[in-house]
C-alpha cells in the first residue's frame, strides 16, 4: 500500500509541475509575440498589426 502512495505522490508532483512549466512557457511565448506586434504596431501607426496576430491566432 506504501508504494501506491509513493506512485500516487509523484504522478500528483509531476502534473503540478508539468501544469507549471506549461504555464510559465505559454507565458513567456505570448509575451515575446506581444511585443514583437506592439513594436510593429508602433512603426506602421496602425492597429492593423494586432488585428492580424489576433486572426492568426485564432
Known amino acids: 500500500m506504501d508504494d501506491l502512495q509513493v506512485y500516487v505522490i509523484i504522478g500528483i508532483l509531476?502534473?503540478?509541475?508539468?501544469?507549471?512549466?506549461g504555464y510559465l512557457l505559454m507565458k513567456r511565448y505570448y509575451e515575446k509575440r506581444f511585443l514583437e506586434v506592439a513594436r510593429e504596431c508602433e512603426k506602421v501607426d496602425t492597429i492593423v498589426p494586432l488585428i492580424t496576430e489576433m486572426e492568426r491566432e485564432s
Open 14 to 21: 509531476m502534473f503540478i509541475i508539468g501544469l507549471m512549466l
